[in-house]
Nanobody, 122 residues
């Protein structure tokens, strides 16, 4: 089993920055993918950014140039630095984990955190 706990959400103004963290515990293995998704009420959960332990990183077009995903493989931690936040970035953000190298298909992730709310006021 793998457990994920997100932190770092909050209420900010447009143009501000936030850094989300994801603490991972349990048997992860060495090769895995950690990603961030977000979801608004009544909408599909959408991919934001993903990082494989081998180094591949990928982003949704809507966040490229503003968000940066990173991680510490030794500490089993993941981060999402969000800059130049916009009101449309307001969502619940989820950390997701897979023991394989995968892309942004949410159906392929095995484990999810409980989510952290990000609210950006205009």
């Amino acid at each position: 089993q793998v457990q994920l706990v997100e932190s770092g959400g909050g209420l900010v103004q447009a143009g501000d920055s936030l850094r989300l963290s994801c603490a991972v515990s349990g048997r992860t293995g060495i090769l895995y993918t950690m990603a961030w998704f977000r979801q608004a009420p009544g909408k599909e959960r959408e991919f934001v950014a993903g990082r494989q332990t081998g180094g591949n990183i990928y982003y949704a077009e809507s966040v490229k140039g503003r968000f940066t995903i990173s991680g510490d493989n030794a500490k089993k931690s993941g981060y999402l630095q969000m800059n130049s936040l916009k009101p449309e970035d307001s969502d619940v953000y989820y950390c997701a984990f897979s023991r394989s190298y995968i892309d942004g298909n949410k159906d392929e992730y095995d484990y999810w955190g409980q989510g952290t709310q990000v609210t950006v006021s205009s």
